[in-house]
């Protein structure tokens, strides 16, 4: 078992939501919306931005999450990450890198390969 796919996960969150802090672009929409509670404004580049910034910290928010479910399913199981979680990210990333080559996605691209490179020797096979 090996806990590494998680902490990578956790770590690539962690990394975005503070990204999504420190960048003033997407730290300032925040706090706009923290002051007024809202994304629904009349003007729409503002709209778009608070938007944007939002969606951004949800991003992170779901790594830490996935990462954190997949802790769990490690120590329980006591098995590697299931090589369908590797092709997942893999896929996402890919999909990620073409739309956007100059973006994070190549951590989540690396992350997938990591996985499928561990390689599983009990995920897929029925015990009996």
């Given at each position: 078992?090996?806990?590494?796919?998680?902490n990578?996960l956790?770590s690539?969150?962690?990394?975005?939501?503070?990204?999504?802090?420190?960048?003033?672009?997407?730290?300032?929409?925040?706090?706009?919306?923290?002051?007024?509670?809202?994304?629904?404004i009349?003007?729409?580049?503002?709209?778009?931005?608070?938007?944007?910034?939002?969606?951004?910290q949800?991003?992170?928010?779901?790594?830490?999450?996935q990462?954190?479910?997949?802790?769990?399913?490690?120590?329980?199981?006591?098995?590697?990450?299931?090589?369908?979680?590797?092709?997942?990210?893999?896929?996402?990333?890919?999909?990620?890198?073409?739309v956007?080559?100059?973006?994070g996605?190549?951590?989540?691209?690396?992350?997938?390969?990591?996985?499928?490179y561990q390689g599983?020797?009990?995920?897929?096979?029925?015990?009996?």
């Amino acid at each position: 078992m090996s806990l590494t796919s998680s902490n990578l996960l956790v770590s690539t969150g962690i990394f975005h939501s503070g990204v999504g802090l420190i960048i003033p672009e997407l730290r300032d929409p925040l706090l706009r919306i923290a002051t007024e509670c809202t994304t629904q404004i009349a003007d729409v580049n503002d709209r778009y931005e608070r938007q944007c910034s939002f969606w951004f910290q949800v991003a992170g928010i779901m790594m830490i999450s996935q990462g954190y479910l997949l802790r769990k399913y490690c120590l329980a199981t006591k098995k590697k990450a299931p090589q369908w979680f590797g092709w997942y990210l893999s896929g996402m990333g890919t999909v990620g890198v073409i739309v956007m080559p100059a973006s994070g996605f190549w951590l989540i691209l690396g992350q997938g390969l990591f996985i499928l490179y561990q390689g599983d020797d009990t995920n897929d096979k029925k015990t009996k």
